[in-house]
């Protein structure tokens, strides 16, 4: 994941082969070669542990040393939505891989954005997310 997390954001429908849905987490686990595999669980964080704790189990499976969560909203974050990245977070980290980096995508009418759930920098991250424009949904 040499990428800045915009770039890994906008290409990640091409790399899914569709574009992300709301309420989606995807789990994107690289090995030290830099091949990857990217885990799409289509359910609400309120629906976990099973289905997440079997997706990092699938990286460790699949010979990953270090990842990347991403989850999909419709509306702001919240702290069980942050928790849950944490969670996610910590489970890769017990099967001995490096989460890198944890993010949240929230898709509203007026605009897409990002914005990385332990950054406290606003210049950075700032509050409102960063903007992120997506790439046509055709791979």
């Known amino acids: 994941m040499r990428q800045g997390p915009a770039e890994l954001l906008r290409t990640l429908p091409r790399v899914l082969g ?6 989606e987490t995807v789990l994107l686990g690289w090995n030290d070669d830099d091949t990857g595999r990217a885990i799409s669980i289509v359910l609400p964080p309120d629906t976990w542990p099973w289905e997440q704790t079997r997706a ?34 910590a489970s890769a980290k ?17 605009r897409t954005s990002w914005r990385s759930v332990d950054c406290t920098d606003p210049s950075c991250c700032p509050p409102e997310g960063n903007t992120l424009i997506e790439e046509p949904t055709t791979p």
Do not use: K
């Open 18 to 23: 569709r574009r992300v849905i709301t309420a």
């Open 56 to 89: 990092v189990h699938q990286l460790v499976t699949d010979g990953a040393t270090y990842c990347c969560a991403v989850v999909y909203t419709g509306g702001p974050s919240n702290p069980e939505l942050v928790a849950f990245l944490h969670w996610l977070m």
């Open 94 to 110: 017990r099967y001995g891989i490096d989460c890198r980096d944890a993010l949240i995508v929230t898709r509203t009418r007026e």
